[in-house]
């Protein structure tokens, strides 16, 4: 049975002018968190394995990290850890049965971008 699809609905594609929710964003940057991380594996494993192979090695990755690039790069990636992490307690939370209410998941998903901002910031300060 071929069920009509109503022609005259309006289709809009453009994804600049659609109003998300703040959970909407704060559901896409977690997702968007873990992809920096599954990334970001690769390079944070090298340096791991490089560190500990030796003691000239442990120096490269020091001397590596004295570049002010380097260190942005690694707050990026830490950053995108720390958002996670707190993104993906959230959602533990909602799991037990709390902030899965419209209001409520609004007011965690404010208080995720507030604690994670906080802490992206105090991270920045221990690495600089």
């Known amino acids: 049975?071929?069920?009509?699809?109503?022609?005259?609905?309006?289709?809009?594609?453009?994804?600049?002018?659609?109003?998300?929710?703040?959970?909407?964003?704060?559901?896409?940057a977690?997702?968007?968190?873990?992809v920096i991380l599954f990334i970001a594996i690769a390079g944070l494993l090298w340096m791991l394995d490089t560190s500990l192979s030796?003691?000239?090695?442990?120096?490269?990755?020091k001397a590596c990290f004295a570049n002010p690039i380097a260190k942005l790069v690694?707050?990026?990636?830490?950053s995108a850890l720390l958002y996670h992490l707190v993104a993906g307690i959230r959602h533990l939370l909602m799991d037990a049965g709390i902030g899965e209410g419209l209001e409520s998941g609004r007011l965690g998903a404010q208080v995720l971008i507030v604690v994670a901002a906080v802490?992206?910031?105090?991270?920045?300060?221990w690495i600089w």
Request: net charge positive.
């Open 1 to 28: 049975m071929n069920i009509a699809v109503n022609s005259k609905r309006p289709v809009n594609l453009d994804l600049r002018t659609i109003k998300l929710p703040v959970t909407a964003y704060t559901s896409i």
């Open 30 to 34: 977690h997702r968007i968190s873990g």
């Open 54 to 61: 030796s003691e000239s090695g442990f120096e490269q990755v």
């Open 74 to 78: 690694l707050w990026g990636v830490l």
């Open 119 to 125: 802490l992206i910031v105090l991270l920045g300060v």
